[in-house]
């Protein structure tokens, strides 16, 4: 049996009276790659705001490391989250800091390191991205695909074990991606992390990952690894993965027959 | 029965919005742990919102002071009672314009400012990015700025009551023809401690808390859009008045009373 970091079981999660998730049974094994993928706005990004504690569910569990995050008070919750990286859509770096002091803030903030070591471990950190050079930029100096890699030095630079990450390829050119794509792989096969990739980017994950969930229509609807899912025959996988235009996920949104809308 | 949800919305959301207010206040103040992070942040901040509304804060104080003393003289000259310009410019100035137009000055120049800065914070989730890291953006970011701005605006107040007394006194004298003796003494005869020089201070602390905390709070539970910012902003603005003004009217009471 596979130790599990992530457990999700029978849960579910609406918006007031919409429904987003419905009965979702997920694990997330040690040492993993695992995408979590599917259409925009059917709830990727709300599975991570469960796992990082943001959100409550309405239903079911979320397991962190064995600890039920729901149950959590405050401050248990933030000792849980030291232990957690979050790759923001957009970086979230801090405007106001530079390079260093972005990546410097969780250790300033956690520890009492004297300065030449805080130093020492920004700067092995931006080398691992590749952007020790930058160390005094600004963000706003800062492309995309940059901005990215500085937030993802942030995200690490206290080695936790459980690195997540929200879109991180969404806006980036070929070269960003390959190269985020990479960093990802590499730091977590390097310091034995876990990964969970929220994304739609299926080529790509399709070679990064592990083990890979499709979410859609509140539930999930297809999992395994790359190969597996790609003999999946499930109508809403296939046209998932084949990006076909219409299919169960509609390519219009429901509204009323077009010919009493146009002709009265 | 959409006419009686519109009117239980007109109830429930300024009371939903008072509730929510008190309880951010009370996380403010249980937010507020001495240490030296938080004295750097304070001292920053206290640079940003308050040393850099200096030139407004004199420059407006200087204008009021001569307004208020053309103002007073020419109504004073009426009754033959102009040698007690000074003495009307300082009670105005101690008591009530002082702190109140540094406080309406303060809400535009900084208040507004603050309130942008954590809306944009939000907007672009490095408040989000800050919880994820463990790290409570109330203690972090809206303290800072609170302190800030309470200490500011007392400060920024007196500076203000200075400068209009130096450019009324440079009206009365130079171009009126008061002399200064008069002016002078008949101001430091009327003018008590307690009662002008503290109402003054008070007044100035009061509204340095309420300035502040209703910029941070639009800021923070702004919507995280360009329009949602824009309008914390312009709330910051109005409902600091609106609220400053009142709070004038109950101190006065209060301290006129006693």
């Known amino acids: 049996m596979p130790d599990d970091l992530i457990k999700l079981t029978n849960l579910s999660f609406a918006w007031g009276e919409k429904v987003i998730l419905k009965d979702i049974n997920l694990n997330i094994p040690r040492g993993s790659v695992v995408a979590i993928m599917g259409p925009s706005g059917v709830g990727k990004t709300t599975v991570l705001r469960l796992i990082t504690g943001q959100l409550l569910p309405t239903k079911g569990t979320v397991e962190v490391d064995g600890m039920c995050v729901s149950s959590m008070n405050h401050k248990n919750l933030y000792k849980m989250r030291r232990n957690i990286g979050v790759l923001l859509q957009n970086g979230a770096l801090f405007t106001d800091l530079d390079v260093f002091e972005n990546v410097a803030v969780p250790v300033r903030e956690h520890t009492n390191l004297p300065e030449a070591l805080i130093r020492r471990l920004v700067l092995i950190k931006l080398q691992a991205v590749g952007l020790r050079g930058a160390v005094d930029l600004m963000p706003s100096e800062l492309s995309g695909g940059m901005a990215r890699r500085v937030a993802l030095a942030r995200a690490s630079v206290l080695d936790p074990s459980l690195m997540l990450y929200d879109e991180p390829l969404a806006g980036l050119d070929p070269i960003g991606a390959s190269t985020i794509l990479r960093l990802i792989r590499d730091t977590n096969d390097a310091m034995g992390m876990t990964s969970v990739v929220i994304t739609h980017s299926v080529e790509d994950m399709m070679e990064l990952a592990d083990y890979a969930y499709i979410i859609a229509s509140q539930s999930i609807v297809g999992q395994g690894t790359p190969e597996q899912l790609r003999e999946n025959t499930d109508p809403r996988v296939v046209q998932f993965l084949n990006g076909e235009i219409d299919g169960p996920v509609p390519f219009h949104y429901p509204a009323s027959d077009i010919h009493q809308d146009l002709l009265g | ?258």
């Open chain 2, 1 to 258: 029965m959409s006419k009686t949800n519109s009117n239980m919305d007109a109830i429930t959301k300024p009371l939903a919005t008072l509730g929510r207010s008190v309880l951010f206040f009370g996380q403010i103040l249980a937010a507020i742990r001495p240490d030296l992070k938080l004295l750097r942040a304070t001292l920053a901040q206290v640079y940003f919102i308050g040393a850099r509304s200096l030139v407004i804060i004199m420059i407006c104080g200087f204008f009021v002071g001569m307004v208020l003393t053309l103002q007073s003289y020419v109504e004073l000259s009426k009754f033959g009672a102009t040698d007690s310009v000074g003495t009307v410019l300082a009670l105005s100035l101690f008591r009530e314009l002082g702190p109140v137009l540094t406080a309406l000055l303060f809400s535009g120049r900084a208040g507004t400012s603050i309130a942008a800065e954590i809306g944009l914070m939000k907007a672009t989730e490095q408040l989000s990015a800050m919880e994820l890291m463990a790290i409570d953006p109330v203690k972090r970011v809206v303290v800072p700025r609170f302190i800030a701005g309470v200490i500011s605006l007392p400060l920024l107040s007196m500076l203000f009551t200075l400068l209009a007394l130096a450019g009324g006194a440079t009206y009365a004298i130079n171009i009126m023809g008061i002399d200064s003796g008069i002016f002078w003494g008949n101001m430091v005869s009327s003018v008590e401690f307690q009662s002008d020089f503290m109402m003054s201070f008070w007044k100035s602390l009061a509204f340095g808390i309420i300035a502040s905390f209703i910029a941070v709070f639009s800021g923070y539970f702004t919507t995280p859009t360009g329009d949602g910012i824009g309008r914390a902003t312009t709330q910051t603005v109005v409902v600091s008045a609106v609220v400053v003004l009142i709070v004038d009217f109950l101190i006065t009471v209060l301290m006129t009373w006693t």
